[in-house]
């Protein structure tokens, strides 16, 4: 749906996040993480380097770099975050000009679905991610919008509606 976003539009940007995850074959580093080590990623931290940081499934660390989302808004261009909850609650609290948008699947089954489609994780991190995902779900009335993702175009057009909104009344959509 992001994807679909930004084909869409050539002021919109997606911030890369840090991982301390292997490379998987394919992946580029820059493009689709940067692939930190634990000791780079820790330093990076204590540095106070990162807008936001979390452990994720069986103890990858992801965050978003400061540098990242500055980068993207010295282009003028507005920066999307793809974050778990966790992450948008710190962003907003770095960041209060953040607008949040849960993104939402149209079932747990189907989320369930789409995970084992996917065949990137083990049947364990699987199983996690889907109990991280039923306590998210909980917190989806927390965000400035929520937006099923049910048909890929349908709900990037629904974002769009949602990112020309927030640029219309704000200038520029930050986060």
């Known amino acids: 749906m992001i994807r679909a976003l930004l084909d869409r539009r050539d002021d919109v940007e997606i911030a890369v996040s840090a991982t301390t995850r292997p490379q998987r ?53 507005s920066c999307i975050l793809e974050l778990e909850t966790q992450g948008a609650r710190a962003v907003e609290d770095m960041r209060p000009d953040t607008v949040s948008v849960f993104i939402a699947a149209p079932s747990f089954a189907e989320l369930e679905r789409r995970l084992r489609d996917r065949a990137t994780e083990s049947a364990g991190e699987i199983g996690e991610r889907l109990e991280l995902a039923r306590r998210q779900m909980d917190e989806a009335d927390a965000f400035d919008y929520v937006v099923l993702n049910d048909d890929v175009e349908r709900a990037a057009a629904e974002l769009e509606r949602l990112v020309d909104a927030e640029i219309g009344a704000a200038g520029t959509l930050r986060s």
């Not at 580029?28 to 807008?51: C, I, M, P």
């Open 25 to 77: 074959p394919g992946e580029a580093q820059g493009r689709e993480y940067y692939f930190l080590s634990e000791q780079e990623f820790d330093r990076r931290v204590q540095q106070g380097e990162f807008l936001e940081h979390v452990v994720y499934v069986s103890g990858q660390r992801y965050g978003t770099l400061n540098s990242e989302v500055d980068r993207i808004i010295r282009a003028g261009h």
